[in-house]
């Protein structure tokens, strides 16, 4: 027995466009809204660097604070 004139598969068509949609408007939402995590990586990133430069060896304490406090004006 045939449901309409297309029988179940323009039922399936329909929740796959419902489904391709619902993504669609999650990722554009998500790309407004930023991903906050990311940012705030971003932001620590350049302390943590430097804090290993100076661990390993390669800056010592006057060029770290010095460089600190030029980070921290950005």
Known sequence: MMHG???YG???MFVFWLILIAIGVYLLVKFIKGDNKSSK???KAP???LQSRLVKGEIDETEYEY???I???K
């Open 67 to 69: 460089l600190k406090i």
């Open 5 to 7: 004139i297309y029988g």
């Open 47 to 49: 302390l943590q660097i």
């Open 41 to 43: 990586n971003n932001e």
């Open 71 to 73: 980070l921290n004006q």
């Open 10 to 12: 323009l039922i399936w």
